[in-house]
T-cell receptor
């Protein structure tokens, strides 16, 4: 079936460094790619999303890039802060319906 | 404006028992979703409702049924609970299929 793979599963960086999380998807017609942040015991919350007609999107310290040809997209966090520590999920909407497939998540730890 | 609400917060069931998880949103969203979240597996879509009066299967629908009671409410029913259904269940809603999904606080279900 259609799936989304996410790497790495864990990532530890020093405060102020950059963090990059990568996802690949299998449905070539997927057209919407959100990223969610989930703190321990909390609900997932959208941090940024990108649609298939755009190659890159930025929001302050967060950016997402999309390569439709290669079927992969990445989350970039610059100048990381301890409060960025959380689990991050990528997702891709399948082309023919509202079905959303999520990656398995990346646990990001930012060390002060 | 409460956003997405879910009841109950926590439930313990015995194998074979039934229960209904309730979800409501006050954002006038068209689409609603039910996910389950298991450790190390991210979020998996159980069922979704693109609009009032319609429901469709997601990635893992077996053992579940849903009802879109009206535009605000979307319930998930387990007819005969199994230990494999032990999980955290999240409801979400969105304006449309390529719009931000807003998640509820989750229901933690333990099936013994």
């Amino acid at each position: 079936g259609e799936n989304v793979e996410q790497h790495p599963s864990t990532l530890s960086v020093q405060e102020g460094d950059s963090a990059v999380i990568k996802c690949t998807y299998s449905d070539s017609a997927s057209n919407y790619f959100p990223w969610y942040k989930q703190e321990l015991g909390k609900r997932p919350q959208l941090i940024i999303d990108i649609r298939s007609n755009v190659g890159e999107k930025k929001d302050q310290r967060i950016a997402v890039t999309l390569n439709k040809t290669a079927k992969h997209f990445s989350l970039h966090i610059t100048e990381t802060q301890p409060e960025d520590s959380a689990v991050y999920f990528c997702a891709a909407r399948l082309s023919n319906n509202n079905d959303m497939r999520f990656g398995a998540g990346t646990r990001l730890t930012v060390k002060p | 404006n409460a956003g997405v609400t879910q009841t109950p917060k926590f439930q313990v069931l015995k194998t074979g028992q039934s229960m209904t998880l309730q979800c409501a949103q006050d954002m006038n969203h068209n689409s609603m979703y039910w996910y389950r979240q298991d450790p190390g597996m991210g979020l998996r879509l159980i069922y979704y409702s693109a609009s009032e009066g319609t429901t469709d299967k997601g990635e893992v629908p077996n053992g579940y049924n849903v009802s879109r009671l009206n535009k605000r409410e979307f319930s998930l029913r387990l007819e005969s609970a199994a230990p494999s259904q032990t999980s955290v269940y999240f409801c979400a809603s969105s304006e449309g299929s390529v719009e931000t999904q807003y998640f509820g606080p989750g229901t933690r279900l333990l099936v013994l």
